[in-house]
């Protein structure tokens, strides 16, 4: 069964450095996301996007973040300068389409900043 | 703003024994609900989900859910509880429309006692 998958599944690095993150969806979606969970908090919505633009973003996502889709497989969450409070669960998600569409979700990539 | 609430972060059942797991949404407008679940190191895994229709929906692994809209609920089931349930339970919904913004509960871990 096709899944999305994501790497690093760990990465630490020192605050204020930049970290990309990875993503392979599935591959007929054709909607792609990004969530977040801070260690004891709910997951967060961080920003989806739609033929090559960003369909919708959250509070969260700053001009610190930005994601791209540098090819016709990959997904990339780029944190320019990482902080602290950046420690998270980073997902990744795919869809085909909205509407009550099921979003499936990558393993994570847990990101520690130091 | 949409909000998710999960009662009850830990639940501990034995074998055999009703899982009940109780998600509400905050909207007058009916979202879309899902329940995902996660075991450990593993992406969310969808279980079920209701976007229009007869208002017991069954997913997999003998779970099902019923969305209740007078209770602003989507509550989670299982009549007999196995030792692989164990893991963590996630309500999502998302709003009607074509929106595609997860609005997550905080999740519940659910232990499954021999």
């Known amino acids: 069964e096709p899944e999305v998958t994501q790497t690093p599944s760990h990465q630490v690095t020192q605050m204020g450095q930049e970290v990309i993150l990875r993503c392979v969806p599935i591959?007929?979606?054709?909607?792609f996301y990004w969530y977040r969970q801070i260690l004891g908090q709910k997951v967060e919505f961080l920003v989806s996007f739609y033929n090559n633009e960003i369909s919708e973003k959250s509070e969260i996502f700053d001009d610190q973040f930005s994601v791209e889709r540098p090819d016709g497989s990959n997904f990339t969450l780029k944190i320019r300068s990482t902080k602290l409070e950046d420690s998270a669960m980073y997902f990744c998600a795919s869809s085909t389409g909205l509407g009550g569409e099921t979003q499936y979700f990558g393993p994570g990539t847990r990101l520690l900043v130091l | 703003a949409q909000s998710v609430t999960q009662l009850g972060s830990h639940v501990s059942v034995s074998e055999g024994a009703l899982v009940l797991l109780r998600c509400n949404y905050s909207?007058?407008?009916?979202?879309?609900l899902f329940w995902y679940v996660q075991y450990p190191n593993q992406g969310l895994q969808l279980l079920l989900k209701y976007t229009t229709g007869a208002t017991l929906v069954k997913g997999i692994n003998g779970f099902e859910a019923e969305f209740k809209k007078s209770e602003t609920s989507f509550h989670l089931t299982k009549p007999s509880a196995h030792m692989s349930d164990a893991a963590e339970y996630f309500c999502?919904?998302?709003?009607?429309?074509?929106?595609?913004?997860?609005?997550f509960g905080s999740g519940t871990k659910l232990n499954v006692k021999p």
């Open positions: 591959s007929n979606h054709l909607y």
């Open positions: 999502a919904v998302s709003d009607r429309g074509n929106f595609n913004k997860f609005y």
């Open positions: 909207s007058s407008v009916p979202p879309y």
